[in-house]
């Protein structure tokens, strides 16, 4: 990869911050690819259930790769512009698919019920599994993870969420070893998966 397309998180853990606010919504901002190391301390055990009723925790998935994306199933655009390329990643992969399981982890447990993530992630691809919990449990999960998401009203009782939009690629230790902005495209998320984990 270009080395002006991987930026070391240590050095760019500030700009990560930044764009977490904004990534979802900044149009002009081009896709970027972030290398991610332990020290950053990005990503952590987490402890939610799936839409079946299961707990689910990091260590559901043993030997697989995670592909995590934070977001809620009334997100206008950013949510369904990042899960469309993980489910283009994830064709584009082949058998290589494999070896990675792709997550979704609302950031709406209020609106965001088992039956509508379900149905929402359906929609996408059918490895795609979707995760909830408490309030309390999001917020935890998305503390280690530094997911930004705030509620945003927008009257008459209804609200949106403006949300970080970035994809965590976590590695079969539990380690976020590349962080992805929502915006990439399939082809590219799967030559980075592809090279991490063949």
């Known amino acids: 990869m270009p080395t002006n397309r991987r930026l070391a998180i240590g050095a760019a853990l500030s700009l990560f911050v930044a764009m977490a606010g904004a990534a979802a919504f900044a149009d002009e901002a081009p896709p970027q690819i972030l290398s991610a190391t332990t020290a950053t301390h990005i990503g952590g055990p987490f402890s939610l259930t799936s839409t079946?009723?299961?707990p689910t925790t990091d260590r559901s998935f043993p030997g697989q790769w995670l592909l995590i994306y934070f977001g809620y199933t009334f997100c206008p655009d950013a949510c369904p512009t990042a899960l469309n390329a993980i489910s283009a990643a994830l064709a584009e992969l082949g058998p290589e698919a494999l070896k990675i399981q792709p997550i979704f982890v609302t950031v709406d447990p209020e609106r965001d019920t088992p039956q509508i993530l379900a149905q929402y992630v359906k929609n996408f691809d059918p490895r795609l599994i979707a995760l909830f919990g408490s309030p309390a449990e999001?917020?935890?999960?998305?503390?280690?993870y530094r997911v930004y998401y705030v509620v945003q009203p927008l009257g008459n009782g209804e609200y949106g969420i403006d949300h970080s939009s970035?994809?965590?690629l976590v590695n079969p230790k539990g380690q976020v070893v590349e962080l992805l902005t929502g915006d990439v495209p399939g082809h590219r998320i799967a030559d980075e998966v592809l090279e991490l984990v063949k």
């Open 166 to 168: 970035f994809i965590y």
């Open 52 to 54: 079946d009723g299961k």
């Open 138 to 144: 999001i917020a935890a999960v998305a503390k280690e």
